[in-house]
């Protein structure tokens, strides 16, 4: 897991944010009330599982 975050942190991504993603790598979906530039830089790189913004969707 911490391999994980690591690549996920060196793709720019936050560390705690790429070690919370690293944990989730059994989830099909994360919801995130993070900042959108979290979800678009996992997007960005393809990575899974896909973080959502509820906000951008409920607005």
């Known amino acids: 897991m911490v391999q ?3 690549l996920f942190a060196k793709a720019g991504i936050e560390f ?3 070690f ?3 944990s989730y790598q059994n989830c ?3 919801y ?8 678009k830089k996992v997007a960005k ?6 973080v ?3 906000s ?3 607005v």
């Not at 790189?45 to 896909?50: A, E, I, K, T, V």
Request: proline share 6%; no cysteine.
């Open 4 to 6: 994980k975050a690591i």
């Open 16 to 18: 705690t944010d790429a």
């Open 20 to 22: 919370h993603l690293a």
């Open 28 to 30: 099909n979906l994360v």
């Open 32 to 39: 995130s009330f993070d900042d959108k530039g979290f979800a």
């Open 45 to 50: 790189n393809q990575f899974l599982p896909s």
């Open 52 to 54: 959502i913004i509820p």
């Open 56 to 58: 951008e969707y409920y």
